[in-house]
């Protein structure tokens, strides 16, 4: 499904990505878990090229993305959904036109099979009362479930999630990881950037661990998390279980 | 002092004062119109990728916003017809100019404007799969918008007073028709205060309004 050959990313002369290789298969679910500015969110940026990677390979569905000349990135990205820590609701538009916009926009679906869709994505999401409403008129926890419901409205085959519970109020976290987790269960195929561990053990085929630049070590939640093998991966999460 | 102040003088001028505040009105409103139009389009220019598109308007608001509007005017009155051979006639020349002049202050402000709007609007609309162009269209420019009407209401304002200036090429805006009139009744001191008190009366309005918007918006964010 997505396969990253080599990736490197330098900012400058900060060396952000040293040689990331991965292979994430439909229907996974990955967990990617590590200290702050480990390379976490630049390496799940680059798998949609919100930052164009300096050099390596990115694959998704065997098509090479990084390969500019064949590929045409928007097509790719309307393929693969993000959801960001800040959300990043567009704030001058309801809930409703939120998630319109791209399926109308960039799919042409007719508005009205577009409503249809928004509203299935709104019920699944437990919103479906809030569809008239602006962003700023909704708590955190909710805004982040209408922009994983935009983000399937464009029925995407991966699903990658950039801290998404990290701006949330504590008692906000349960709501959006219940969404994330029932994403799960349904066969996405999802890559979760989280500090949330417990979601991580719960839901995850697959827990990523970087740090500095790389992917430390690679296993079943269970095993990382009772029986780490690298050191680095160790400490880390003596620092936060 | 043994003036004596003259109410006759500019009732009597009035109807002349007003026709020349209708001129002023007219081209302040045109040439904000314009300016918008291409203060837009060179605004997103200001913040392009491609280095071209970058470069030209950046040399085309530095250029404006470098030299003196009347400079500009003389240069599209007197210099341009020089150099083509046609004449440019004065109210043309004053609309090409303030236009020019207007959409080069316009462009700054759209250009901040889009620079205020967070980068993950952008994002979040380039993950979806739409292009840039989109995303400027449907998520990044209706903001702002929005967010700029406050400075372009103060646009409006300095294009106001400015159009003053084209005065200098015989057009009968407000200012020159004070002249005209102070010149012929050399009550000086009468029509030179009707003027500034005309200017002021459409000046307020406006920064009422700028105020009020600024206000709105404030609570909106």
């Known amino acids: 499904m997505i396969e990253t050959r080599d990736l490197h990313k330098h900012f400058g002369r900060l060396h952000v990505l040293k040689g990331v290789s991965v292979q994430i298969n439909q229907g996974e679910v990955i967990c990617v878990i590590g200290p702050s500015g480990s390379g976490k969110s630049t390496f799940l940026r680059c798998l949609n090229f919100l930052e164009e990677p300096t050099s390596g390979q990115i694959f998704i569905d065997g098509q090479e993305i990084t390969n500019k000349n064949e590929t045409d990135i928007n097509k790719v990205r309307a393929e693969v959904g993000m959801v960001f820590q800040q959300f990043n609701l567009f704030p001058h538009m309801n809930v409703l036109d939120n998630i319109c916009l791209a399926p109308v926009k960039v799919r042409k679906l007719p508005r009205a099979e577009a409503e249809e869709r928004a509203y299935a994505l709104l019920k699944k999401v437990g919103l479906l009362d809030k569809a008239k409403a602006f962003p700023d008129q909704l708590s955190g926890g909710q805004q982040q479930r209408v922009a994983i419901a935009r983000a399937l409205a464009m029925q995407p085959k991966v699903m990658l999630f950039d801290e998404p519970t990290s701006a949330l109020d504590p008692e906000m976290i349960k709501e959006v990881l219940d969404v994330m987790k029932d994403l799960g269960r349904e066969g996405m195929t999802m890559v979760v950037v989280t500090h949330e561990m417990g979601f991580a053990r719960e839901v995850a085929d697959r827990v990523l661990f970087m740090d500095d630049g790389m992917i430390l070590e690679e296993n079943s939640p269970s095993e990382i998390f009772t029986s780490p093998a690298n050191e680095r991966t160790k400490m880390f999460l003596s620092k936060i279980l | ?221």
């Open chain 2, 1 to 221: 002092m043994g003036y004596v102040w003259s109410w006759q003088v500019i009732v009597q001028s009035f109807p002349m004062l007003l026709a020349g505040a209708g001129l002023t009105i007219r081209l302040t409103c045109i040439a904000v119109s314009m300016g918008i139009l291409i203060g837009t389009f060179f605004g997103i220019g200001r913040v392009a990728k491609n280095a071209l598109i970058f470069s030209l308007s950046s040399i085309y608001v530095n250029f404006i916003r470098g030299t003196p509007l009347l400079v500009q005017l003389y240069l599209v009155y007197f210099g341009i017809p020089a150099l083509i051979g046609i004449p440019i006639p004065p109210l043309l020349a004053a609309y090409i100019t303030m236009s020019v002049n207007s959409g080069a202050y316009v462009a700054e402000i759209v250009r901040a404007g889009i620079q205020s709007i967070s980068r993950g609007q952008m994002e979040a609309a380039r993950s979806l799969g739409m292009t840039y162009g989109q995303a400027m269209l449907h998520v990044i420019l209706p903001q702002t918008f929005k967010r700029i009407i406050p400075p372009l209401g103060n646009e409006f304002i300095a294009l106001l007073k400015d159009s003053s200036i084209v005065s200098v090429i015989a057009l009968e805006e407000l200012v020159r028709k004070g002249y005209l009139i102070s010149g012929r009744t050399f009550r000086s001191f009468e029509i030179w205060t009707a003027v500034a008190f005309m200017f002021l009366f459409m000046t307020l309005p406006i920064t009422q309004l700028v105020n009020y918007t600024e206000r709105k918006l404030k609570k909106g964010d």
